[in-house]
């Protein structure tokens, strides 16, 4: 059995003259990891923006687990739907420390609440698991900005990872997206990427990961969608999908 | 001694100011070029109750933070609105605004002329009373002010509140993303420092006993961001060290011997040299953390 937690309906969106999501429908699919596809400029991020928040529609509507629908969406909103998302041009909280960049997705997000609270043994705790994992506990002190470029890749799936931990904002992450996580990472590195991917999906939870590499996107996805031109080209089984002819023209013709 | 015991005093107050306007523009990163603004709605406010009113300093002194406060809470409203730099700017039409109030309002202010006369603080529990009438006492009274700022601005540091401050200066959308309303953090802290400024703008009321709107200028706003960003930016020390090099300064380089035709220009000049050499070498400020 599959069921649908995130469906977007004629989503729509332009940027003065270009056509960044074309009156897109699509679906994803509970628990399973589903792969964006697409040439440069085919509007994969820009879809992921506008789910989270950061970008408005112009036209169209998203439903989650077919019961909350939204047709405008304020970014601070997206956390409690339980949705959480990487950056494709990495955006961290470049002169906070490694720890500090997570207890802060960890603590309350309340201003009265907050400012009564210091982070207690449980964000450590937290932090802790999620920082090991990605193999930064050691630099947990040094500020974002004084990590390597693949550190700070690791450092925000961390922060994603830490958003799976922490109900703070009302609602576990449960829908994640990941725009580009293995750009510019050492083989190692993405190993490790690649084994909390499997996890999260052993979990349950739903990613969305917008990948150029043929490779991972077949070791990984469930499912593919392949975006052109912000409209839906193809989305199936990846066996099916890269093999079609339109997807090979429109985007590994060349 | 009376003298040190004067400028002891001053840089107790530049310290309050600084140690608030650090609150908006070290931690949040609000580019705020407005906190003569509040300084002044705080001296004004207990200067105008403590001589027409005849109301106890302390008693002012709060009504002063509460009208700094709702003031802050409606301008830092108005200045969400803006994008960016334009914080800053809107922030100075702000500072000119309250200051024009001082100006012309001449039947509260009395405009140019300021107000004279204005009373020490003193504290009355029965028969017994006492009046911070020596400059001494005075000191004494800001040591404890200046401590329980300092305190306050600690304290805020060490919350999950001040981390989200800093968050939001350097990304505040990607926070938002993490599920924060941004925007209720950045008035708080704009309240908060307001309000500190206020207290600020009392004290300085009731030491100086003379206030008039040539204080509260946009000269003196930037005077503050001064303070703050040679200190060093998100440092409560960094604006402790600050609001004591910038308020002795001028004091030093009186002694320094300038010709006295052109002392004070000198000393003008000897100033601005000083702040862009340091934003050159160490743009962190003297024990700053993070820069701009
Ligand atoms: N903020 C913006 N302002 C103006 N145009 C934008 C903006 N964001 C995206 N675009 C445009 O929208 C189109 C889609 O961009 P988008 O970043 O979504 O593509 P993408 O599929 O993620 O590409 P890539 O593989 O290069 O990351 C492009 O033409 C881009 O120039
Ligand atoms: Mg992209």
């Given at each position: 059995m599959t069921s649908t937690i995130l469906q977007t309906k004629h989503l729509f969106k332009h940027f003065d003259g270009v056509k960044a999501v074309d009156h897109l429908s699509v679906s994803f699919e509970k628990g399973k990891i589903t792969s964006i596809i697409?040439?440069?400029?085919?509007?994969?991020?820009?879809?992921?923006?506008?789910?989270?928040?950061?970008?408005?529609?112009?036209?169209?509507?998203?439903i989650i687990a077919h019961s909350l629908h939204f047709t405008r969406v304020k970014s601070h909103e997206v956390a409690g739907f339980g949705l959480t998302r990487t950056f494709q041009d990495v955006r961290l909280f470049e002169q906070l420390s490694v720890l500090d960049n997570i207890l802060v997705v960890l603590?309350?997000?309340?201003?009265?609440a907050s400012l009564f609270e210091t982070h207690g043994t449980l964000h450590l705790a937290q932090a802790e698991e999620v920082l090991k994992k990605m193999g930064l506990w050691e630099k947990r002190h040094s500020l974002a900005i004084n990590l390597s470029y693949g550190q700070r890749k690791l450092l925000e799936i961390a922060r994603v990872l830490a958003m799976t931990r922490s109900a703070r904002t009302g609602?576990?992450?449960?829908?994640?997206?990941?725009?580009?996580?293995f750009a510019g990472l050492f083989p190692e590195m993405r190993k490790v990427v690649v084994s909390v991917m499997k996890e999260l999906r052993a979990e349950g939870r739903t990613q969305i990961l917008v990948e150029h590499n043929m490779e991972l996107i077949r070791e990984l996805s469930d499912e593919v969608v392949v975006l052109d031109a912000g409209e839906l080209l193809a989305q199936g089984v990846p066996n099916e999908v890269l093999a079609k002819r339109e997807v090979i023209e429109a985007y590994l013709g060349e | 001694m009376e003298y040190l015991t004067h400028l002891a005093v001053l840089v107790g107050i530049y310290s309050i100011l600084a140690l608030s306007l650090n609150l908006v523009l070290g931690y949040a990163g609000i580019i705020s070029v407005t906190h003569a603004a509040f300084f002044g709605l705080g001296a004004y406010t207990s200067a105008i109750l403590t001589t027409v009113y005849d109301l106890n300093f302390f008693l002012a002194a709060l009504c002063g933070v509460l009208v700094a406060a709702i003031i802050s809470l409606f301008v830092g409203t108005v200045l969400s609105k803006f994008r960016g730099d334009f914080v800053a700017l809107g922030s100075v039409g702000f500072n000119v605004i309250v200051w024009s109030v001082f100006l012309n309002v001449q039947e509260l202010t009395r405009g140019p002329l300021g107000i004279p006369g204005i009373g020490r603080p003193n504290l009355e529990f029965g028969i017994w009373n006492y009046e911070f009438s020596s400059n001494v006492s005075f000191l004494v009274l800001s040591v404890i002010f200046v401590a329980l700022v300092y305190f306050l601005c600690q304290f805020i540091e060490k919350s999950s509140f001040g981390r989200a401050l800093k968050a939001i200066r350097e990304d505040e959308e990607a926070l938002?993303?993490?599920?924060?309303?941004?925007?209720?953090?950045?008035?708080?802290v704009f309240v908060i420092g307001a309000g500190l400024a206020s207290i600020a703008g009392a004290l300085f009321a009731s030491y100086i006993t003379f206030i008039d709107p040539s204080t509260f200028t946009i000269n003196e706003s930037i005077f503050l961001l001064s303070v703050v960003i040679l200190g060093g930016l998100a440092s409560n020390r960094g604006a402790l060290i600050g609001a004591l090099a910038l308020v002795l300064l001028p004091e030093f380089l009186r002694f320094v011997g300038f010709p006295s035709d052109i002392a004070a220009q000198m000393r003008q000049v000897v100033y601005g040299v000083m702040l862009i050499v340091l934003m050159l070498y160490r743009p962190q400020g003297l024990v700053g953390e993070y820069k701009l």
């Amino acid at each position: 059995m599959t069921s649908t937690i995130l469906q977007t309906k004629h989503l729509f969106k332009h940027f003065d003259g270009v056509k960044a999501v074309d009156h897109l429908s699509v679906s994803f699919e509970k628990g399973k990891i589903t792969s964006i596809i697409g040439p440069n400029g085919s509007g994969k991020s820009t879809l992921i923006n506008l789910l989270t928040g950061l970008v408005p529609l112009d036209a169209g509507e998203v439903i989650i687990a077919h019961s909350l629908h939204f047709t405008r969406v304020k970014s601070h909103e997206v956390a409690g739907f339980g949705l959480t998302r990487t950056f494709q041009d990495v955006r961290l909280f470049e002169q906070l420390s490694v720890l500090d960049n997570i207890l802060v997705v960890l603590t309350e997000r309340g201003v009265f609440a907050s400012l009564f609270e210091t982070h207690g043994t449980l964000h450590l705790a937290q932090a802790e698991e999620v920082l090991k994992k990605m193999g930064l506990w050691e630099k947990r002190h040094s500020l974002a900005i004084n990590l390597s470029y693949g550190q700070r890749k690791l450092l925000e799936i961390a922060r994603v990872l830490a958003m799976t931990r922490s109900a703070r904002t009302g609602r576990a992450a449960d829908i994640i997206f990941f725009d580009e996580p293995f750009a510019g990472l050492f083989p190692e590195m993405r190993k490790v990427v690649v084994s909390v991917m499997k996890e999260l999906r052993a979990e349950g939870r739903t990613q969305i990961l917008v990948e150029h590499n043929m490779e991972l996107i077949r070791e990984l996805s469930d499912e593919v969608v392949v975006l052109d031109a912000g409209e839906l080209l193809a989305q199936g089984v990846p066996n099916e999908v890269l093999a079609k002819r339109e997807v090979i023209e429109a985007y590994l013709g060349e | 001694m009376e003298y040190l015991t004067h400028l002891a005093v001053l840089v107790g107050i530049y310290s309050i100011l600084a140690l608030s306007l650090n609150l908006v523009l070290g931690y949040a990163g609000i580019i705020s070029v407005t906190h003569a603004a509040f300084f002044g709605l705080g001296a004004y406010t207990s200067a105008i109750l403590t001589t027409v009113y005849d109301l106890n300093f302390f008693l002012a002194a709060l009504c002063g933070v509460l009208v700094a406060a709702i003031i802050s809470l409606f301008v830092g409203t108005v200045l969400s609105k803006f994008r960016g730099d334009f914080v800053a700017l809107g922030s100075v039409g702000f500072n000119v605004i309250v200051w024009s109030v001082f100006l012309n309002v001449q039947e509260l202010t009395r405009g140019p002329l300021g107000i004279p006369g204005i009373g020490r603080p003193n504290l009355e529990f029965g028969i017994w009373n006492y009046e911070f009438s020596s400059n001494v006492s005075f000191l004494v009274l800001s040591v404890i002010f200046v401590a329980l700022v300092y305190f306050l601005c600690q304290f805020i540091e060490k919350s999950s509140f001040g981390r989200a401050l800093k968050a939001i200066r350097e990304d505040e959308e990607a926070l938002q993303v993490f599920g924060y309303r941004t925007l209720h953090y950045k008035l708080a802290v704009f309240v908060i420092g307001a309000g500190l400024a206020s207290i600020a703008g009392a004290l300085f009321a009731s030491y100086i006993t003379f206030i008039d709107p040539s204080t509260f200028t946009i000269n003196e706003s930037i005077f503050l961001l001064s303070v703050v960003i040679l200190g060093g930016l998100a440092s409560n020390r960094g604006a402790l060290i600050g609001a004591l090099a910038l308020v002795l300064l001028p004091e030093f380089l009186r002694f320094v011997g300038f010709p006295s035709d052109i002392a004070a220009q000198m000393r003008q000049v000897v100033y601005g040299v000083m702040l862009i050499v340091l934003m050159l070498y160490r743009p962190q400020g003297l024990v700053g953390e993070y820069k701009l």
